[in-house]
């Protein structure tokens, strides 16, 4: 009778460290592999397909005029239009006066000084870039797709 007790025991005790050791090895993967949560908040390694860093529409815009071979002052312009615009369609989305029509019309303005002042700034070829870049920010707003290429190559690639 002793030993059946040591015995059972015994399987209890293996089946009790096999179960332990299963559930730490599922943790270690959850931990280590393609879908861990990244808590430092650190872009993938390149090459890495797994998970696809987001950038911010500054970050995007940032690239895309960096592909263009601005010069700084260009640069600086057309960020400077690009905050002012911005800080604009804020202030009008903020409006409680405006019916939802009315800031959809004085947003649309908005959008079109601020490109009439950008097409000022940019060559001919350079400002069909940017077009084409401002219509896939736009087709993309709100979807949750991966980010936009940046790069003029990349940008007539998909067009």
Do not use: C, H
Request: no cysteine; proline share 6%; aromatic share 4%.
């Amino acid at each position: 009778m002793k030993n059946s007790a040591n015995y059972a025991r015994n399987i209890f005790t293996a089946v009790a460290l096999a179960g332990a050791g299963v559930l730490a090895g599922l943790s270690w993967a959850r931990a280590t592999g393609p879908m861990a949560i990244n808590p430092a908040n650190t872009p993938a390694p390149a090459g890495d397909t797994t998970a696809a860093p987001k950038m911010t529409r500054a970050k995007q815009v940032e690239v895309f005029l960096a592909s263009l071979n601005l010069p700084d002052d260009q640069k600086t312009q057309i960020k400077a239009i690009l905050k002012d615009e911005q800080a604009k369609r804020k202030e009008t989305q903020e409006d409680t006066s405006l019916a939802q029509k009315e800031k959809r019309a004085k947003n649309k303005d908005i959008r079109d000084a601020a490109d009439a002042k950008i097409k000022g700034i940019l060559t001919p070829d350079q400002y069909v870039k940017w077009q084409a870049f401002q219509k896939q920010q736009n087709a993309r707003q709100g979807t949750g797709k991966a980010p936009l290429p940046t790069t003029p190559d990349a940008v007539k690639a998909q067009q």
